[in-house]
């Protein structure tokens, strides 16, 4: 290479947009750095040129020294995306995040001598994609595709062993190419070198490296060609037999032209900008003359074609014209340091379609000071400043909505405290009623018994038969009314929810319900049965009046005909049962049941009979107060439970009872 490509090459990679840093391979010292390398590394040329690359950057050297260590080694390269930095700019700490990669330049014996360090500022899309996030509340999924792909090649036919998942997509098939040999499973193969390398590694036990060997899969039912580095290793077993190779491979398809030299470097340049989807221009400060890239040139609807720059003015939006122009022309004085960083509105001439467009440039001077050439890059970020302004409105919109929201809570909340004011009130209310139920309405009640039994003496054996049939139906009707103040203060007085729970022992509930229906079973010849009932969490006293009114009603509605029969039975209710009694399918219940061979109910009569007060028979048929069943029902709500009787028919009743099951 002479001399003036040289310079120019040097001048070419001094002025690239991407930041570019050259090490020494065996030292680690920097050799070249660009201003753009020094621009995002926030530290002076003096600080880097010269120096142990990893004392100017003590910060990040335990985070990539093996990485760097592992380049010199393999001579293959290491990239990251997106790393975050803190950096100084203008007196002041900020964070950037940029993508960096680690390229090994070797010499002509595959030596690698230099590393170059290739960094592009990707900050911007990195903020812009963060905040798109945070103010979208939706979350992107990012595929990090890791360079290294593996997989182990066994016997003469080369038959794949094992591959992970990097490797099948370089592949382009699923895993059950696995176990099969490999020139079958991928047919293409057979055009390339592989099988020979792969067998030259078996017979000799020599490595056998291949850098960006070009190679081609069939995807989706297309060619696809794609750049490789790949590393065959041999396997021995334990007799130091090679029986298979290891193969490491790197799909460099995207870092062929960065793994390339030094001299490769306005091509590995041109594709970083395409990547970044980045246009590229020039200022010939002599001239004016101005040059575009091909993505420039649809951008704006005009080719300079190295005429003045200033002709291109017009195509800006009129409110940037004279900010972009004296930003230019500062850039161009030595006195600004040559930077160049303006956003602005472009309207093609054609379309009249607005672009907004943030271009940054450096000029280059001469020895003497003067401006030689300007050199910088655009992007379009017409999407990220919409996303931004539609973000905001959102943002005001939301923030409107949330405080009317707010205000209708503020409402809903007085509306509360007044709703429990009321409550409280009527408690009370209750309470005094319950006391006067309680006294008041069962004195009388005695006092009508008393002097009945009194007037039943003095008078006993001069009434007819019909006075005697009145006097019987005023005790009678004294008793009931009796009875039916105690169950309805027995119903309202249940405790609530808010009743601690203990382990209740139904077996001992049931146990003990029998006990106190001795002698009506006795009479009436009932068999009980039951299987092995549970321990549960509840409240005793409940508990016992739950299985003595559903005993006591069992026992009370029989057939005069038939030997009374009651089974209980506890099992573990199914989803399709926890969801037809409208509980929560998420936990577990039991499922205890309550059957007879007594008269039963009509399906249609099947729910109304846990309302209070609701009786199906008279009371010359069947004496009650209609309050046993309600009390039931509530007893099992205030358990997180529910009562039914679905199954019930006029040949004998059915309630089944669902219960929490603890575990």
Known sequence: ?????????????????????????????????????IALAGRSRDVILGNFYWDTFPEVRHSYESAMAEVVASGLPYRADESERRRIKNGREETIYISFVYNPLKDSTGKVQKVAIWVMDTTLQVVQRRKAEENEKFARTVFYNSPVAKLVYTGAKMVLKEANEKMLEIFG??????????????????????????????GTGEIHTENAA?????????PYYGYYDYTYKPLYDTKGEIYGVICTAIDVT????????????????????????????????ASNGLVYSDRLIEWFGYDPAARDYNEVIPIISEDDRGRVAEAVAWALNPESGGLYDETYTVI??????????????????????????MNGTAQDITIQMELQMELENQLQQRTAEIQAAMEELRAINEELEQTNLQLTHSNKELGQFAYIASHDLQEPLRKISTFMELLQDRIRGNLDEKSQAYIDKITDAAAR?????????????????????????????AREALE???????????EVTWKELPVIEGIPLQMSQLFFNLIGNALKFIRPDLQPKIHINCTIASVQEIRSVHLNERLSYYKIQFTDNGIGMKPEDTEKIFNIFQKLHSKSEFAGTGIGLAMCRKIVQNHHGEIDAGQSSEN?????????KHN
């Open 1 to 37: 290479m002479n001399v003036e490509n040289q310079q120019e090459l040097y001048h070419l990679v001094m002025n690239a947009p991407v930041g570019i840093c050259v090490l020494n391979a065996q030292t680690l010292v920097a050799e070249i750095v660009n201003d753009s390398f």
């Open 173 to 202: 098939r699923g895993d059950s190419i696995i176990g099969r040999p490999i020139m079958e499973a991928v047919p293409e193969l057979r055009e390339t070198y592989l099988f020979q390398a792969y067998s030259n590694v078996l």
């Open 214 to 222: 070009r190679i081609m899969f069939v995807k989706n039912g297309s």
């Open 254 to 285: 995207e870092e062929v032209a960065a793994r390339s030299r030094l001299q490769e470097a306005e091509q590995s340049m041109r594709g970083a900008v395409e990547l970044a989807q980045l246009g590229t221009w020039s200022i010939d400060a």
């Open 348 to 373: 093609h001439p054609g379309t009249g379609k607005k672009r907004i467009l943030h271009a940054q440039g450096k000029t280059v001077f001469d020895p003497e000071g003067r401006p030689v050439r």
């Open 481 to 509: 009314m009796s009875r039916l103040i105690r169950d309805l203060l027995a119903y309202s007085a249940l405790p609530k929810n808010g009743t601690a729970f203990e382990p209740v022992n139904l077996e001992d509930t």
């Open 516 to 526: 106190d229906y001795d002698v009506l079973i006795e009479r009436t010849g009932a």
């Open 652 to 660: 004998g009743a059915v309630f089944n009872v669902y219960l929490p």
